[in-house]
Each structure stands twice: as C-alpha cells, then as structure tokens.
C-alpha cells in the first residue's frame, strides 16, 4: 500500500504561480510512476502531468510549457511547479502513484485527498 499526501494549493491571481508538492509513504519502493491530475466542478478527472521513476515526463497540451513536474525518488516526492495560471485551471489537483510489482504486473493507481487549487481572473 502506498499513502500520498498534497500539500501547497491555495488562491492565486492569474498569471501568478503555485508549486504543489506530494510526499507518498508506505510500501514506495515499488513506486514505478507518479504524477498529478485535476477535476473541475463538473468535469471528469483529466491528466495533468506524469513521471517514472527514471524522470520521464508526460504532460497534458493544455498545461505544457507552463508546469513542470518533478519526483525526489530518495524522498518518495513529487512536486508540480505552475506558472502563468489560468482560471481554467482551477481545479482539484489529485497525486497519484502506480507500483510495479512484477515485470509486466502494476498496482492500481494510488490517490492523495487532493489539494485545491484556485485561479482568480
């Protein structure tokens, strides 16, 4: 099993920044990829952003260019740096992790409580 818990949402202008960090416990040795999605009132949860436990990143079209992820795996963190929000961006921002548990066997993805994140226009 493995525990995630966010940290760093909040209100901001848009245009301004936020960094979301996320600290996963428990059985994180086996942590193969992390990353972040978000759910809008009303909308389903969608992709932000991804990372394996090698550093490669995926990022959604709408987010790429202005956030960035990153992962301490001797911490088992990772965090999302956002710069130039948008009000679009306001959402529910969830960390998630997936473990590898054999060579072709993963977990099924492991969610935080999520942290909110709000952009003001």
């Known amino acids: 099993q493995v525990q995630l818990v966010e940290s760093g949402g909040g209100l901001v202008q848009a245009g301004g920044s936020l960094r979301l960090s996320c600290a996963a416990s428990?059985?994180?040795?086996?942590?193969?990829?992390m990353g972040w999605h978000r759910q809008a009132p009303g909308k389903q949860r969608e992709l932000v952003a991804t990372?394996?436990?090698?550093?490669?990143?995926n990022y959604a079209d709408s987010v790429k260019g202005r956030f960035t992820i990153s992962r301490d795996n001797a911490k088992n963190t990772v965090a999302l740096q956002m710069n130039s929000l948008k009000p679009e961006d306001t959402a529910v921002y969830y960390c998630?992790?997936?473990?590898?548990?054999?060579?072709?066997?993963?977990?099924?993805?492991?969610w935080g409580q999520g942290t909110q994140v709000t952009v003001s226009s």
């Open positions: 428990g059985s994180t040795s086996s942590i193969n990829t």
């Open positions: 998630n992790a997936i473990r590898k548990l054999g060579s072709i066997s993963y977990s099924p993805v492991y």
């Open positions: 990372i394996s436990n090698g550093g490669s990143t």
